[in-house]
């Protein structure tokens, strides 16, 4: 792979200020108003697989946002890689807590990042990503060092739920046919300590909503004798955690994969300072579920969060309402065996029963997602880790991470194939949040490592 | 009072359509970007006093929201009467919930109201009211029926607290000089049973803000490990009030008026139907304090209302974020003997108390309130029972409301004097509420009214 590495180290420039064009366009899939932006981004994808030397590329128009695909096929005979990812993006807002607008990237640097880190949203989640793997993929075949046949499907609704790539796939098990699937989605423990990812929660995404009187009302005339829905609300989501943190659900944890002492321990191996960690989001005290450490919380265990309330006057100043609606988006993480429709049905079930005969209650289910876990003695598994420990000079750690691509579960289902995430980012990069970033070390050191992952895939995968 | 009456008569459409052209003013106090519409309201009813015969009128400027002022003494040796009231509104806010725009007036017929009422933001609450008094006076001194003196005090920052209206009676209490307070503000139990307001709840109105991380989290990566503001929000809100719909807050019944049973046996015989009341707001049940009944709930009973809440993300579709923030307006509202300041300071005391150390909360209070009771057997109150049993031929009943005119119980601490709630709303005008409005019985009644106040009044205090 040297002509490959040569030819990344003298593009890096260039690679950059592609990359901060895709970054440029809003393509926020959760919102209607930038549908066009949406499709922009995809288009634009689409031109660089063919300018990085792509067959057959198509923007593949689906049901919601259109998904890009491309391919090169050196020798049918030859192993194949198949690359997913998404250039659709979180959206941007709370949009007054960036340091600099979301959608006009910038360079600056951290104290994590001395070199500099590409500050905007989709940075590391996942356009960033997404280019290291087309530059990676031009860099070897401008070179004439690809290894193996590579096919690439780039979706637009991830931050959504992936519904159509999920028609897509089983439309199109033939022209998906592959050996491997390989995702850079997630991160690294530290850039001195490299990791890869072997286990995605599930996810269970709800929007509540809780009616009292059908106006809003005066709190003095009726306030303390008409139920109020956002007390109430308070009330219930209240109620579906106990005091020790546990999910209240009937029937939540039943399915829940049980890990053994043996495996939590190893886990606990990991390197980890839960001082840094709470002095890096400027808590006082973690919380959680009772009997499990801070990384179990956030991994191994299922949970439950409020995303979102609203209900009222929210505006400046004060208003004595009593008002007729309050609503809450409440999304859980679900950790192996959990099914996603089945814990949708169980709090659907729970937070009715819960509510008093004051007010009504509707919900309404977005979008959900399965979780999975990855082996870590398979070919796919192994190359990587070798690739990684080529780039980083150190073995990485297999890590069960908090984060859900629902995808990765279906990827099996359908199209039988084990999925490798070889994530690059790091959990300070602030994805889904203001001021979002991806270090040009994490950027670079992606697009040098993936050649050698084809490189070691295809070397095992022939023996 | 007959040539009085008489002019009534003959100017309804013209009073009618001059009460239209304020109510097009959006004098929205709470919020600043309505401070010029609030003064433009200030002018035009000052003009209107003018108009109307009112000597010495002012437009008068304070910290806040102006003070309009006006006056007619005919001779210094008759009681004067000092009518009192707002030209400000609450905002109009839910707009998509209006039928019509909530500052273009029309009228409409309601099965309550089979002769129209008047829909607009303000059309009850105040501005229909004050203007009831405005042409009252209007006719009476136009007839040359006017019996005693009047002064006129109209502010424009009821809806936020009357803070500088505090401020300028303290300044101009020669000035205010009267016998009486005479207030239109609140209402009657029906049209066929008019009533007399003759109590008032105060109001303690705070904004809490609770914060977790130093910035919104992926849920994925930090949910069930970190505190989710929102969460721990709703937790703490339904810790105010326990399952009896008590409040818990410690100190918070301790001053509460006890009232005997007698009374309590008294009030249950006004008027009352609870299925038409939970017909009326569509609600299937009732809630509220254990051991009291809905009217009791709303009006000798303190209580606790979230009248706002908000916090993470409210945008369409879904967004996995653990925000920073959460927050929620909250109002108690308050029986004679408790005391605004004492509450809040109670209230911010336990809020604090019961936080989670993996949050910080900040209580900040809004404005505030002292509860009112007014004795029924004044000259005041006599006056207007006298007036309103001549115009509905129906003797009116006294009444506790839920409500609150924080500024009543200053007038009689600051300027010593009663005041008479002669209100002729109903509680189904939907008062800080979409579709506010106001019967055209109702407003004509009024005018109707409060001449006979007047002439009630200087009889009986020149006993």
């Known amino acids: 792979m040297k002509k490959t590495q040569d030819f990344i180290q003298n593009n890096q420039q260039r690679f950059l200020d592609e990359l901060f ?11 209607p108003a930038h549908n066009g932006d949406v499709r922009k981004g995809a288009e634009l994808v689409a031109q660089h697989l063919t300018e990085a030397g792509a067959d057959k590329v198509e923007v593949c128009d689906t049901a919601g946002h259109p998904i890009v695909y491309g391919e090169k096929i ?13 250039y659709d993006v979180q959206p941007a807002d709370p949009i007054e807590l960036w340091d600099s607008p979301a959608f006009e990237p910038v360079i600056k640097k951290t104290d994590i ?12 989640d996942d356009k960033g990503q997404v280019f290291m793997h087309i530059k990676a993929f031009e860099a070897m075949s401008k070179s004439g060092e690809l290894p193996c046949n590579v096919k690439f499907m780039i979706e637009g609704e991830e931050e959504v739920g992936s519904e159509n790539l999920g028609v897509f796939i089983k439309e199109h098990t033939e022209r998906l046919a592959a050996d491997i699937i390989l995702v850079s989605d997630t991160g690294i ?14 996810l269970s995404y709800v929007e509540v909503e809780v009616t009292g009187p059908n106006r809003d009302l005066h709190s003095g005339l009726y306030g303390g004798a008409v139920a109020n829905p956002i007390n109430v609300l308070s009330d219930m989501i209240s109620q579906l955690q106990d005091d020790k943190h546990k999910i209240t659900i009937p029937g939540f944890y039943d399915k829940v994969e049980v890990i053994s002492e043996e495996e939590r321990a190893e886990m606990a191996k990991a390197p980890y300072d839960e001082e840094e960690y709470k002095s890096s989001i400027d808590i006082k005290n973690v919380q959680g579920e009772e009997g499990y450490s801070t990384r179990e919380r956030a991994s191994i265990r299922p949970t439950l969060d409020v995303n979102g309330i609203w209900g009222g006057y929210i505006g400046e100043g004060a208003k004595t309402v009593l008002p007729s609606k309050a609503f809450a988006k409440i999304s859980m993480r679900l950790v192996p065996h959990q099914e996603p429709e089945e814990i949708t049905a169980q709090f659907k079930d729970y937070f009715e029963s819960i509510a008093p005969d004051s007010v009504t209650v509707k919900v309404n289910p977005h979008h959900g997602g399965l979780p999975a876990v ?18 980083f000079g150190k073995k990485p750690v297999p890590l069960r991470s908090g984060g859900s691509i629902p995808i990765v579960a279906l990827f099996e289902q359908v199209l039988g194939l084990k999925t490798v995430l070889m994530g690059f980012g790091l959990n300070s990069d602030a994805i889904h949040s203001p001021n979002e970033h991806y270090g040009l070390f994490n950027f670079y050191k992606g697009i040098e490592t993936i050649p050698y992952f084809f490189e070691e895939f295809t070397k095992l995968s022939q023996k």
Chains 1, 2 share one sequence.
């Open 113 to 124: 990042h001395p070199d500099g880190a590409i500050f905007a949203r989709g940075a590391c």
């Open 74 to 86: 050196i020798d049918p005979s030859l192993p194949t890689v198949l690359v997913y990812g998404h």
């Open 21 to 31: 064009e895709l970054l440029r366009i809003p393509s926020v899939s959760a919102d």
């Open 189 to 202: 423990i530290s850039n001195d300590n490299p990791s890869i990812t072997t286990g995605l929660r599930g």
């Open 374 to 391: 990855t082996p870590i003695d398979s070919d796919g598994y192994m190359a990587a880790s070798n690739a990684m420990e080529k780039t």
